[in-house]
Structure formats: structure tokens, C-alpha cells
């Protein structure tokens, strides 16, 4: 619903447009300051856009040339994740990454790579020979005769990354509003402007235009045509903990220019996940798994890591990446691929639109990224003029997140005689406590996704088959609605659709 | 050590009850059953059709009514039962260790262990099926919980896929709350589940069941939209030109059970790549001294009666140990020819009478079982019902002393 009058309420310094990694890590930073401001994401949980579905790998920064926004990005924002993880506890270990190759005329290839990464001020590269390389990971394919080593390429929990980032900046003062998205932008009056969402309007001195595969979308609204997203679909195959411990590293074939290649990853939950493909489709809202690629995938992880089997398989999902395609105006005024133009992220202030600023085409390594495109946020806003002065209230931190199954016996044993529900199990495979669901429910949690995301409640080898019901049971209590409203991701995935208690009644 | 018990038993379903009251009826021995669930009676609490207790009480009850009647039992017995406990670990020299909100964190010393743990369904991710990834996707026992224990109608239009018992049940289930099942697909060329369900569940309510088809996509944004079919060959790929599509809000699965043991993993345990459950032993004893697996933990079971005779067993072999007894030594491996897709037990000593317990991997009629020189007929056999086989010890006698001992279980087409 669209209330006509504006009231003062709704005046911000800063309104930033979706809540992704690049959004959220955005909202963060800006809550360092003193500034009213406020995120908007039209999904009913935040990262539900591409930020859930992706490689959750930190690269280390030797993948793009120095002279690209990607390559010094992605290099200093995999420097900015320690303390991310110490402040705010994002699940994150440095685990490695192996770059392999197969025969002695790819060395090159594996030295341009390193060249890159230095001078993107990459630490601790190196060239490693067949007999390094299959001691630092045994389980690689016999035929493997050489790899580039970055030890500082880590794994994440993305999803995890937004909601603490979302949750501290939250608490710093930041206003984060779900299910709710931009529809339009007005003309910029007095210095500000108005956007218009599907529940109010809103007036801003600023727009941070962090929309992923909507950011065209979004850019069009101010009447910026110079660049379009196209939708990179990317598939990923999770396999069971069986394998724990099945590689150490991050392994990567060389990659090709379209995509790094399907990988095999230790995601930092213990698993092993394998891809991902690269394909370009029309539709961003396609998100399908397909039997050809799933064979593809396998079969190319294989060659990496023979033990690799699809029999591990216990889940799949796909992620599109936001691949920019920049476009410049031909003699007839119509808009055309530019041939000159590159695919690198786009963070820039607009000269003719003032106040608005994009963040867009961040596909990958912009997970790795994001910590640093919230930085250069930073320093585009104070070169434009902005006022920083500190908030005063800024808390760096995080309060301490009760993950059961991360607690020794003694201390579990302490929280549960003072707080009992975190002796109640709720998921037996991942053992998730119904304080945690609880606690997740506080802090945003709207759907039973956004329940799982946050506890990995129901991601484990039964795949919600025990806990999902009373899960719905807590999320219908918490957000006091019936267990018939209750969605698996927002609107219209709704899980039940017709209570039996009350046909009893009828009749 | 908080406690210390002759045996614990893990898991209130109806093996960990039975085997219990087995002991407890064959011993003086102080046993302690625990679940994790805040009633007794396992998964039979939300299997609210009839068809339980047929042989052993030759009654038709209810799961629950038959939940109630052996924990009845074995309540008057003073069998000690801990509920909403769920055990976290298990370690190889018997320490469990329980939480609940009760109690915190607890450790628990056993003499003997018996993994009652049950089984859990076959996820959508185990078998990839292509497509969306909506709500409206759910396993049959998922949607038998919603409705028998919760309360609510999962979807309207439903398509099944997989020919398991639940999945059988859950669409006459379906029928009677109002909503209509449009097909029940099954990949392989016979059914999954029990034949008397195939006519009481799906005959009687002229729902289509398609033999060799199954899902090649899913469809829908936010819940499901539709599937599309095909028809596939012996290999399980899907034939071209065979496809047709079917609207639809809900699909089920039942697709299979996998045995739950994570937790005797932990216990050094090993397992039968074919069950998923513990290799055990002709007293059920699985490799690890005093531990010991029964029900579905150590084979998916169809039938509850069939359940109670192997609780019996699997409890007076218990006692035997925890009284002090010393079993012979099974060192005679079992193995079996193709025809069968598991067989148990897989270790005998050959010094008494033994039940096996197996699966043929197709429907086969008029067949011989052979060991030596012992021969069983069966007009038929099929995959979708466990059979047994009692063989005599002397059929065990004349296999020769070595350093491996094996012998082999086969089955001859007539
Ligand atoms: C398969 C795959 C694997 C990847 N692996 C890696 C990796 O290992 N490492 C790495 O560094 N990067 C990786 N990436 C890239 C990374 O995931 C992306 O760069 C990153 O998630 C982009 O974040 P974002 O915030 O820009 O986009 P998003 O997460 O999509 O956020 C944008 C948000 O804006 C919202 N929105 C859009 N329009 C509106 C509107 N009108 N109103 C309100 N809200 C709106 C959307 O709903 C969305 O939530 C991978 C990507 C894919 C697809
Ligand atoms: C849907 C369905 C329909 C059936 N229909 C029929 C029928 O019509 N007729 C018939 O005769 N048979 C039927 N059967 C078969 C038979 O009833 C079952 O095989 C039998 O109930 C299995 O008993 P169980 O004790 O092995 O397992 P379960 O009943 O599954 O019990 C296992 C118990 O262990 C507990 N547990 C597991 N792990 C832990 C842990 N870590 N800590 C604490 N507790 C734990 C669980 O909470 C559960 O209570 C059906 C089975 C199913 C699944």
C-alpha cells in the first residue's frame, strides 16, 4: 500500500537498495557514522538474492589483473575478513586455495596468476611441484602435476555473513526493512530524493544502488542506461559429511574466461560441495538444476578428486552471478553492447544523476569483495561532500551467538540449566536447539528458510523431514501467525494450505 | 560417570520397547530405554491407519493403539523409560552421553547397548531431481506428520512419487482429508510397497499408479506449479517423446528408508553398505562386544509383527550377555548370491539353529533356496517383502575348519 503523505519519519541521509552481501556490508559501515539511514530488500529475508546461493569461498585475489576494480577489491577484502570474523563472528577459516594443472605447458598460466596476485598484494603465494602438491592434498587425481598455492583463500557461511552484518548494523541504529521492494524513483527536489516502495515512500539525500541482478532495473529508474545485467547461472552440488575431510584446500581448475571453473570445496560446515557451472540465461529468476549439468559437474570434480561420487549427493542449488554488460548509444540513440567495454564490478557516482550511486555487476568474487566495496562506498560519499562524524553508539560487536553443537559438554551444560530451551533439540541431524531458533527468530528470521539459513536447522541428511513442523510451530508462535501462514521463503511458498481442525468443525 | 546400567537401549519405538521387555522378562538386570521424542511409540504415533498387530495380537489396531499396548507392557514391567532425552554420542567403550532440558548434559555407562534408533526417509537431494526448488515438496512421512499428528492438509493436488508403503498410505490418507491424488509414480517396473496397500490404498480409489515413470522437472516459483513425466528404461533414463505434464501443488516422496546410525558410526560400528544398518552377528551383536542393533536401525522392516518376532530374539540374546553369557564365536561368514539384495545375519558360529532374514532385488516365482545340502521352496518372492528362512544347525556341521570360514546362500529358478 502506498500512503500519499510522507512524513518526516521517513527523511534519510541514505537509503541503500538490497540487502545481498554487497548491501549489507554497505548498511554496516555506513552505521559507523552519524546518519540516518536505512536498507530496503524486496525478498522476506535478506541475502535471498544471490548471496545465499553461491561458493561461499574467500578468494584470495590473484584471479583479475590489478588494473580492474575485481582484482585490488577482492585482494583487500579477503584481508578485511578477520576481523570481520572477530567482531562479528562470521563463520570463516582460512583453508587455502590449489589452482591445478595437468601439464607442464600451463606453468605460465600458473605464473601469470601469481604475478596478478602479488600485485594485487596478495601474501604467500607459490608455485608448487607434482611431489608438494600431492602432499599438500592427497586425495587429488595421480595425473595432477603441479598447482598455485594462496594460503590465504578462505570459506564462509555467506548467508550467515549478511544476517551479522544486518544484525550489528541494526543494532548501531541502521533501519532494515524486508518483503518491501522499490518500485520507483522520484525527481530529486531540495536535495533529496523520493523512492517508492510497495508499502510507503521515502525521501533521501542518497541512493546506493546494490540491487545484484536487479541493479539495471533500478539504474533505469534515474534514467541510467549505460550498462545491463545479464544472468550467469551458476549450479552447486552439496554432498554428505561422510566426506569430511576429503580435501583441505579450495581445489580450482585453471580457470576459463567466463568462470573459475567447477571447484571442489570444504564449505566450513564440514561438507564437501562441487561446482560450479557457468551458463548465461534469460530469465534472473531461473534458478533450475539440471540433470546434464549435474553429471557435468560431477564428472569434472573427478578429474580433480576421483573419490568424488554422486551417491554423496544430498542437496543442490543454483545461484545466478550479476554479470554486467556495458552498452553505449549508437548513431540511431538505441543502446548496443559497447565493444570496448569490460565486465568488472560497477562503484561509481553518476555526474548527471546526483545523489545516486551504483554498486552493481558485483557477480563473482564479489562475496570476497564486499568488505572493500563497502569502503569505497565510503570514500565516494566523503568526496562527494557527505559529513562523516562517528556515532557516537557504534558498537563493533556482536553478542555471542549459542551455537550448541559448537559447545563443549560443560559449558552446554551450564547454558542449559539457565536457559532449558537449549536443551530442547529441535534438528537432530544438525542438533539445533530450540533457543536458537528462537534467537534466530528475534533477530529477523521471518521464514522457514530464513530459520534454516540462520541455524541450519533442516540442511542436514534428513533435509527437514523431522524438525520442519516444529519449526513452523516456533516461527507461528514468535511471529504470533498461524502455522498456515508460515512460508518456506516469502510470499506464496506458503507450506500448508488448509487447517484440518477446523474442517472437523464444519462438518 | 553420572549412571551406570546393565543394558540401554536408544530409541521408544517399538523395538527399543519390545527388546526391553525381552530382556527384562529374560533377566533380573536393571535396563533404561531412552527417546528423544516426548512420547514412546516411535513412528507408529503417526500411522493412524489400521493393520498393525495382526499375527502378534491378531487384532487390526491403530500404530498408536499398538504403541500403547506395548508400552503398557512395559510400563508393568518397570522397565525404566527416559523420555525427550536424545542421546548425542556413543562411544566405543559404551559411555552415552544425553541432553535435555531437564538435565543438561549426561553420561551414562552401559554394559550393553542396543541402537533401536529407527530410520529416517530418503531427502529430494539424494536422488536430484531436476528443476524449481519450491515449498510443496515433501517427503510422505512429512506429510503423513502435518496431518495425523498436526493437524493441517499439506497440499490439494498431489503427485507421489515412489511406490513405498508411506507413500501408499499417504494417498488414501490424502483422498480422505479432501484432496486428490493424481498419480503415484514409481522409476522401477514393481511396486515399492506391500501389495495389500496397492489395492486398499489405490485401487479402491481409482488413483493411477505409472510403473517405469518418473519426474523430470519440477515446476514453480514459489510452490510447485507442475511436474513433468517420462517414462524410463531399465537404466533409469528417461525415454524421449514420453513426456506429458501434470498440475499439481504438492509432490511427495517416498522414495525409500536409510536406517538412522550416526550415532553407532560414532560407536566404531560397521555397516552393510546394502542396509545402511550394523553387520550383525547371529545374536545381533554387531562388531563391537555388547552392542547391539534391532528394527528398523538395522533393516527397514514392513511390518511390525515381523519387528516384534526379531525383538524377542534380539532381547533374550541381551540378557544372555549381560547375565554373564558367553556366545560361541560367529566366525563363519554368510554370503548370497545375486538374486538377493541383503541378507541377515551376515556372521554365524554354525553351532545353532539360525533365522535369516532377506530381499530378493526382483520379483522371482518358484524358486529354490539353497545351502549345501539344505533346500527351502518359495512359490514366490518379492522384493517389496522381507522374507526369512530358518536353517537348521546340521546344515551348518560339514563346513570345513580354515582360516576363513564362508558359505554361501543361493537361490535356483525353477
Ligand atoms: C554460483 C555462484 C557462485 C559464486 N561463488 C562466489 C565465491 O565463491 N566467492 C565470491 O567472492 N563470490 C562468489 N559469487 C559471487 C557472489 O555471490 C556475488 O557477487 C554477491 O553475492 C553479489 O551480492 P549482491 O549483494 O550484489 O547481490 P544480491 O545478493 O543479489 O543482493 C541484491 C539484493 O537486492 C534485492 N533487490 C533487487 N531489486 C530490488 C528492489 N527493486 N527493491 C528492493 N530490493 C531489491 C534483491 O532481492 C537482492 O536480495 C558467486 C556467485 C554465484 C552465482
Ligand atoms: C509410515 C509407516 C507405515 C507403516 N505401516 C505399517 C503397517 O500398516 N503395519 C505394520 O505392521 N507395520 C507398518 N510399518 C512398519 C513398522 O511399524 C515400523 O517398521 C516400526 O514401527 C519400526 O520400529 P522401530 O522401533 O525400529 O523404529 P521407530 O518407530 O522409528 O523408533 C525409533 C525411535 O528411536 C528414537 N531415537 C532415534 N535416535 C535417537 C537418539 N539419538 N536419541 C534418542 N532417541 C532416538 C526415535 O525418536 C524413535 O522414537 C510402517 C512403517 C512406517 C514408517
Request: proline fraction near 4%.
Amino acid at each position: 500500500m502506498v500512503s500519499s503523505k510522507s512524513n518526516s519519519n521517513n527523511n534519510y541521509d541514505v537509503i541503500v537498495i538490497g540487502g545481498g552481501i554487497v548491501g549489507a556490508s554497505i548498511i554496516r559501515e555506513l552505521s559507523r557514522y552519524d546518519l540516518k539511514i536505512c536498507l530496503i530488500e524486496k525478498e522476506a529475508e535478506l541475502s535471498f538474492g544471490v548471496s545465499k546461493s553461491n561458493s561461499g569461498i574467500v578468494h584470495a585475489g590473484f584471479h583479475s589483473p590489478p588494473n580492474t576494480l575485481k582484482g585490488p577489491l577482492c585482494a583487500r577484502g579477503n584481508f578485511l575478513y578477520d576481523q570481520l570474523h572477530l567482531e562479528l563472528g562470521v563463520p570463516f577459516k582460512r583453508v587455502g586455495e590449489l589452482v591445478i594443472i595437468k601439464q607442464s605447458e600451463e606453468i605460465p598460466d600458473l605464473e601469470k596468476f601469481k604475478r596478478w596476485g602479488e600485485e594485487c598484494g596478495v601474501p604467500g603465494m607459490k608455485i608448487l611441484n607434482e611431489s608438494e602438491v600431492h602432499q599438500y592434498e592427497p586425495s587429488l587425481s595421480t595425473d595432477v602435476i603441479g598447482a598455485l598455492y594462496a594460503p590465504t583463500a578462505g570459506v564462509v557461511n555467506p548467508y550467515e555473513f549478511v544476517f551479522l552484518l544486518a544484525q550489528n548494523a541494526k543494532k548501531n541504529g541502521a533501519e532494515i526493512k524486508t518483503s518491501e521492494e522499490v518500485i520507483s524513483i522520484g525527481d530529486r527536489v531540495a536535495k533529496t530524493t523520493e523512492v517508492i516502495t510497495t508499502k510507503d515512500r521515502y525521501n533521501t539525500k542518497y541512493i546506493i544502488n546494490a540491487a545484484g541482478l536487479y541493479g539495471d532495473r533500478i539504474a533505469n529508474m534515474v534514467g541510467i542506461y549505460n550498462f545491463k545485467i545479464i544472468p550467469r547461472k551458476g549450479e552447486e552440488y552439496l554432498l554428505d559429511k561422510k566426506l569430511k575431510g576429503l580435501v583441505k584446500q579450495v581445489i580450482f581448475p585453471l580457470p576459463s574466461k567466463t568462470s573459475k571453473g567447477t571447484l571442489v570445496i570444504p564449505t566450513l560446515d564440514g561438507t564437501i560441495m562441487v561446482g560450479p557451472s557457468a551458463e548465461d540465461i534469460d530469465d534472473k529468476n531461473d534458478l533450475t538444476t539440471t540433470d546434464e549439468v549435474c553429471w557435468q559437474i560431477f564428472d569434472k570434480a573427478k578429474q580433480m578428486i576421483p573419490a568424488i561420487h554422486h551417491k554423496y549427493l544430498i542437496s543442490t542449488f543454483a545461484g545466478n552471478r550479476p554479470v554486467p554488460v556495458k552498452l553505449i548509444k549508437n548513431a540511431k540513440g538505441k543502446y548496443v553492447k559497447d565493444p570496448d567495454g569490460d565486465d568488472d564490478f560497477i562503484i561509481a557516482k553518476t555526474d548527471d544523476v546526483p545523489g545516486f550511486i551504483n554498486v552493481a555487476g558485483i557477480q563473482s568474487p564479489g562475496l570476497t569483495a564486499a568488505p572493500a566495496i563497502a569502503e569505497k562506498v565510503i570514500s565516494i560519499l566523503k568526496d562527494d561532500g557527505v559529513v562523516l562524524k562517528a556515532n557516537k553508539y557504534f558498537v563493533s560487536t556482536n553478542p555471542n551467538p549459542k551455537k550448541i553443537r559448537e559447545m563443549s559438554d560443560d559449558e552446554l551444560d551450564k547454558l542449559i540449566k539457565s536457559e532449558p530451551d537449549y536443551g530442547k533439540i529441535v534438528c537432530r541431524c544438525e542438533m539445533v536447539s530450540e533457543g536458537e531458533i528462537m534467537n534466530a527468530i528475534e533477530n529477523g528470521a521471518q521464514t522457514l528458510d530464513g530459520v534454516k539459513f540462520r541455524t541450519r536447522a533442516g540442511m542436514g541428511r534428513c533435509q527437514g523431514g523431522f524438525c520442519s513442523f516444529k519449526t513452523m510451530e516456533l516461527l507461528a508462535k514468535g511471529l504470533d501467525i498461524s502455522p498456515l501462514e508460515i512460508t518456506k521463503r516469502g510470499e506464496g511458498s506458503n507450506i500448508l494450505v488448509e487447517d484440518l481442525k477446523k474442517q472437523k468443525e464444519k462438518i | 560417570m553420572d549412571e551406570q546400567y546393565s543394558c540401554v537401549i536408544i530409541g521408544a519405538g517399538p523395538a527399543g520397547l519390545s527388546v526391553a521387555i525381552a530382556i527384562t522378562k529374560n533377566s533380573k538386570k536393571k535396563v533404561l530405554v531412552l527417546d528423544r521424542e516426548k512420547h514412546p511409540g516411535g513412528i507408529l504415533n503417526q500411522c493412524i491407519h489400521t493393520g498393525f498387530g495382526l499375527t502378534q495380537y491378531k487384532e487390526e489396531l491403530t500404530g498408536p493403539e499398538y504403541a500403547w499396548r506395548v508400552y503398557s507392557e512395559a510400563k508393568e514391567l518397570g522397565i525404566e523409560i527416559r523420555l525427550s532425552t536424545s542421546v548425542i554420542r556413543v562411544s566405543e567403550d559404551k559411555v552415552i552421553t544425553t541432553i535435555s532440558a531437564e538435565k543438561g548434559i549426561e553420561k551414562i555407562k552401559a554394559q550393553a547397548i542396543v541402537f533401536c534408533t529407527g530410520c529416517r526417509e530418503r531427502a529430494r537431494g539424494v536422488i536430484h531431481i531436476p528443476g524449481d526448488r519450491p515449498a510443496g515438496v515433501y517427503t510422505a512421512g512429512l506429510a503423513q506428520k502435518f496431518i495425523n499428528i498436526d493437524g493441517y492438509l499439506p497440499g490439494k493436488r498431489v503427485v507421489i512419487l515412489g511406490s513405498g508403503d508411506i507413500g501408499l498410505i499417504m494417498a488414501r490418507r490424502l483422498t480422505f482429508q479432501g484432496a486428490k491424488v493424481l498419480a503415484v509414480l514409481e522409476a522401477s517396473s514393481f511396486v515399492g510397497g506391500l501389495s495389500r496397500n496397492v489395492v486398499q490404498c489405490l485401487d479402491d480409489f481409482g488413483i493411477p499408479l505409472y510403473l517405469s515413470h518418473t519426474i523430470i522437472d519440477i515446476v514453480g516459483k514459489n510452490r510447485v506449479e507442475k511436474v513433468k513425466i517420462a517414462r524410463v528404461d531399465e537404466n533409469m533414463r528417461a525415454i524421449r517423446g514420453t513426456e506429458f505434464e501434470i498440475n499439481c501443488d504438492t509432490v511427495l516422496l517416498s522414495i525409500g528408508l536409510i536406517p538412522e546410525n550416526e550415532l553407532a558410526e560414532m560407536a566404531q560400528v560397521k555397516l552393510d553398505p546394502a542396509t545402511n544398518g550394523a553387520i550383525v552377528d547371529e545374536n545381533y551383536m554387531t562388531n563391537i562386544s555388547g552392542i547391539f542393533s534391532c528394527g528398523n536401525a538395522l533393516h527397514v522392516h514392513d511390518l511390525v509383527d515381523k519387528l516384534a518376532v526379531e525383538a524377542q530374539t534380539v532381547g533374550k540374546k541381551v540378557a544372555e550377555y549381560i547375565s554373564g553369557g558367553v556366545f560361541a564365536e560367529s566366525d563363519i561368514i554368510v554370503t548370497h548370491d545375486d538374486f538377493i539384495r541383503y541378507l541377515l545375519p551376515k556372521k554365524i558360529s554354525g553351532k545353532s539353529d539360525v533365522r535369516f532374514h532377506f530381499r530378493v532385488r526382483r520379483p522371482l516365482s518358484d524358486v529354490v533356496l539353497k545351502l549345501n545340502n539344505f533346500e527351502r521352496k518359495f512359490p514366490y518372492l518379492q522384493p517389496n517383502e522381507m522374507s526369512s528362512v530358518l536353517i537348521p544347525a546340521k546344515h551348518f556341521e560339514d563346513i570345513e575348519e580354515g582360516i576363513q570360514r564362508e558359505i554361501k546362500i543361493w537361490i535356483r529358478e525353477n
